[in-house]
């Protein structure tokens, strides 16, 4: 094991769970509910992601829809509703994620930093028998800045009392990477998720398998 690192924080979607197709049937049923037609699967990672006002906005505008602003929180009810009740119909962990739990379990802290609400990661990861593995789980609050500012990974840090420079962030998007390397934390990037990285975000580590985390504990 390597000494050094004390802790991992991980993302939810698009690095242990792949959850787009159930993001997109409540997706779809909210526009559906509205007088618009289905999304098709063919395009999911260009809508899944960044809560449930990110993807609303994202499947208007896929669809050249006109999107009343004034509706956005009705909006958000009813989608947060509706995924409450079919979070995990379709969804699914990726391959490896259950093995490599396991074995980070033994050796260090493990958190989880979501932009998914509280509650919803919560009932997610306890479905998916998952949740005995962390020591923390931080999601939406509705006050504390969401990635990728920073004030989310400071939690954990905070919590623990750990350096950033003993902390692995593991994500498959920008709003992982950028607040890992602004902390100086050790960012890996999962290129199998939904998640995009733009040519000048560099992070330390990038890793098509999960199973991959083994070396560097």
Do not use: W
Request: net charge positive; proline share 3%; hydrophobic share 40%.
């Amino acid at each position: 094991m390597n000494k050094n690192l004390k802790c991992v924080i991980f993302d939810l979607d698009g690095t242990l769970i792949d959850s787009g197709p159930d993001l997109l049937n409540t997706l779809n049923y909210i526009l559906t509910e509205n007088n618009l037609k289905e999304i098709d699967r063919s395009v999911i990672g260009n809508l899944v992601g960044g809560g449930a006002e990110a993807m609303i906005r994202r499947g208007y505008k896929h669809l050249n829809a006109h999107l009343d602003e004034k509706e956005i929180p009705s909006l958000i009810d009813l989608f947060i509703n509706h995924y409450y009740k079919n979070c995990t119909n379709q969804t699914k962990l990726y391959n490896g994620v259950l093995d490599i739990l396991k074995f980070l379990r033994k050796k260090t802290i493990i958190c989880l930093c979501t932009n998914k609400k509280q509650f919803l990661a919560e009932k997610i990861l306890e479905e998916l028998g998952l949740i005995n593995f962390f020591n923390y789980i931080l999601g939406s609050d509705g006050k504390t800045p969401l990635k990728p500012e920073v004030e989310m990974p400071k939690k954990c840090l905070k919590k623990f009392r750990i350096p950033a420079d003993q902390v692995v962030f593991v994500g498959d998007s920008e709003n992982d990477i950028l607040p890992a390397n602004h902390l100086g934390m050790f960012s890996v990037h999962v290129t199998y998720g939904y998640g995009k990285i733009g040519d000048n975000v560099k992070a330390d580590l990038v890793i098509k398998e999960i199973k991959e985390l083994r070396k560097i504990f």
